[in-house]
């Protein structure tokens, strides 16, 4: 999704930079960088970590998987994206059962394979 939809959407959410790195688990100068222009490439990761939190992203289809923004996509295999997917999972567990969670994601990965 391009940056200024998701600009305009937070503006008509009344969402602000401070909730989204809250909501997203990125910090508040990362999405500064991002909406201000100064990262005019950012990690495909990041943007679906923006997408999620707020509630904006679908699941890819095969044609949609030249991943990225601006003039530089990234072309990723139906498994490198699992993985960036499986990386996300990971990264949002938190707390004293985030060991239990992760073993879960990961089974719940080798079992869909």
Do not use: C, N
């Amino acid at each position: 999704m391009e940056i200024s939809a998701i600009k305009k959407y937070m503006k008509d959410q009344k969402i602000t930079y401070d909730e989204l790195a809250t909501r997203s688990g990125l910090s508040i100068s990362t999405i500064k960088k991002i909406f201000s222009g100064i990262s005019q490439y950012p990690r495909i990761d990041t943007m679906k970590a923006i997408e999620d939190a707020l509630g904006l992203s679908e699941k890819p289809k095969a044609k949609e998987k030249a991943a990225g923004t601006g003039a530089h996509g990234t072309v990723l295999s139906a498994e490198e994206w699992d993985w960036i997917e499986l990386r996300s999972e990971i990264l949002r567990v938190k707390g004293p059962s985030g060991l239990h969670a992760v073993q879960t994601i990961i089974q719940a990965f080798i079992e869909q394979k």
